[in-house]
């Protein structure tokens, strides 16, 4: 399911680590509010201890990541071509969701304060791709930062 790393990107993206240690974030998209960044900076701080690199999608300045490698505002194409090619994806639920839910155990997914408990019936990444292993939770208070990145590392 890899795609081809444009060029470009490929160079920022080896300029910090491999594809197989990069982690992608996607805390914010234009159709949800952001998650909680507090919740994200820890997060992206313990997977660096862990030797990964973290590179968060943001839209906003004002929602840059400190302990991110790489904060950017993608491209479609390049931000579906990394998340398909970095070691795992963590994101708030939004349609990027639905293009990576063949991701599976390595797509850990957020509803948000927004999602009500009709919607989540209907939005459910597996339910709505017939699937029962991409990592789904009603926000970020469902797992703590540590036991994220223990299943993120498969630990």
Not at 20 to 27: A, H
Not at 109 to 120: E, G, I, L, P, R
Request: aromatic share 10%.
């Amino acid at each position: 399911n890899k795609l081809e790393i444009y060029e470009e990107l490929n160079k920022k993206i080896n300029f910090y680590n491999s594809l197989d240690k990069t982690i992608l974030f996607i805390p914010e998209a234009n159709s949800v509010v952001a998650g909680d960044l507090k919740y994200w900076e820890k997060l992206a701080s313990l997977l660096q201890k862990s030797g990964y690199c973290v590179i968060s999608n943001v839209i906003c300045k004002e929602h840059y990541l400190k302990n991110a490698s790489l904060n950017e505002n993608f491209k479609m194409e390049d931000l579906i071509a990394l998340g398909f090619s970095c070691k795992a994806v963590v994101s708030i639920r939004n349609g990027m969701c639905d293009i990576l839910n063949s991701r599976g155990k390595d797509l850990f997914v957020f509803d948000t304060s927004q999602t009500t408990a009709q919607s989540k019936k209907f939005f459910n990444v597996n339910a709505m791709y017939d699937r029962n292993d991409v990592n789904e939770y009603d926000d970020e208070n469902a797992i703590s930062p540590e036991e994220l990145v223990k299943k993120i590392l498969g630990q």
